[in-house]
């Protein structure tokens, strides 16, 4: 999914060799669909976790602030979530 993404930019960086005014707006565009669809993940994979944990959001938060000032929990923390977000980026939407 974020291949065909890049690949998408590649071809219009190709395609705008010589072209100033198209290329900018096309390039624009595809930069900020794959933002979106990199936020679009994230966030999906956010509600996949608190969904795991079965805590509310606002709960998590408030008790994440001090439990993730442990550097060994908020390293195992960052791991879990890394896994979690590779899991969901290779689903299609």
Do not use: W
Not at 62 to 82: C, F, G, H, I
């Amino acid at each position: 999914m974020f291949e065909a993404q890049a690949e998408k930019r590649r071809a219009l960086l190709k395609a705008a060799e010589g072209q100033a005014n198209d290329f900018d707006s096309a390039f624009e565009k595809a930069v900020r669909e794959s933002t979106h669809l990199n936020e679009c993940c994230e966030k999906v994979a956010q509600s996949i976790f608190y969904e795991h944990i079965k805590v509310d959001k606002q709960v998590f938060m408030n008790s994440s602030q001090t439990y993730l000032m442990d550097p060994v929990k908020r390293a195992t923390y960052e791991e879990e979530m890394a896994l979690i977000v590779a899991a969901e980026r290779t689903k299609p939407l």
